[in-house]
């Protein structure tokens, strides 16, 4: 008895490279996560922005012809973020870094900020992704240094802290000179209104604090 599956087969077999490059045609249409070069910034106004992207590797032809990807326009970047607490480090022009694609048009759902339908019936297009960087980056000028040995803070900038009150509970030691607009306070002693004990009035000054 003949088997009719592979009577089947063996009649289709002509068949089934067809449907072998169909497949891979259909799967190289299909957006997927790759790596690109940002183009351009536009930073939120406080809250997260976009950037417009470059694909790095480019498509081929059959016969292996390079065709470069055009610009992934308005793409939101990562930030590392928390409810209201945020640690904002905006990503750069030339910065690399990698896109992830969604499945589904997410156009709504990126404009809203809510759960919402999709804005089309697209799929798997890098129209719908995010792009998350720091990759193959140079060595940084401005950075914080997390390792067992402790942190350490480096700008070749300015550190600017602002707080409604900063308790600091270790030995602090300063390479440089202090400036402050208000009074400083040391062991409950007044930088602008200690006294001196035991001197006489009159048009002489006392010597350097000792």
């Given amino acids: 008895m003949t088997n009719p599956s592979f009577s089947t087969f063996s009649a289709q077999g002509s068949d089934t490279g067809a449907l072998d490059t169909?497949?891979?045609?259909?799967?190289?249409?299909?957006?997927?996560?790759?790596?690109?070069?940002?183009?351009?910034?536009?930073?939120g106004d406080g809250i997260v922005?976009?950037?417009?992207?470059?694909?790095?590797?480019?498509?081929?032809?059959?016969?292996?012809?390079?065709?470069?990807h055009g610009v992934i326009y308005g793409v939101p970047y990562l930030r590392i973020q928390g409810g209201a607490c945020a640690v904002i480090v905006?990503?750069?022009?030339?910065?690399?870094g990698y896109v992830i694609i969604s499945g589904r048009d997410q156009s709504n759902a990126v404009a809203n900020r809510v759960p919402s339908a999709p804005g089309s019936f697209r799929q798997h297009s890098m129209a719908d992704c995010v792009y998350v960087g720091g990759f193959l980056g140079a060595a940084p000028t401005h950075y914080v240094q997390i390792t067992t040995d402790g942190i350490r803070l480096v700008t070749t900038g300015k550190v600017t802290v602002e707080a409604s009150e900063m308790d600091i509970d270790c030995p602090l030691k300063v390479n440089g000179p202090i400036t402050a607009?208000?009074?400083?306070?040391?062991?409950?002693?007044?930088?602008?209104?200690?006294?001196?004990?035991?001197?006489?009035?009159?048009?002489?000054v006392t010597g350097k604090a000792q």
């Fill in 90 to 96: 905006d990503p750069a022009v030339s910065d690399i």
């Fill in 181 to 204: 607009t208000g009074d400083v306070i040391g062991n409950g002693i007044s930088l602008d209104n200690h006294e001196h004990g035991g001197v006489q009035a009159g048009s002489s």
């Fill in 49 to 68: 922005g976009t950037v417009d992207v470059q694909p790095m590797v480019h498509q081929q032809t059959s016969d292996g012809t390079a065709v470069p």
């Fill in 22 to 43: 169909l497949i891979r045609k259909s799967l190289s249409e299909l957006g997927t996560n790759t790596l690109v070069q940002v183009t351009a910034v536009h930073p």
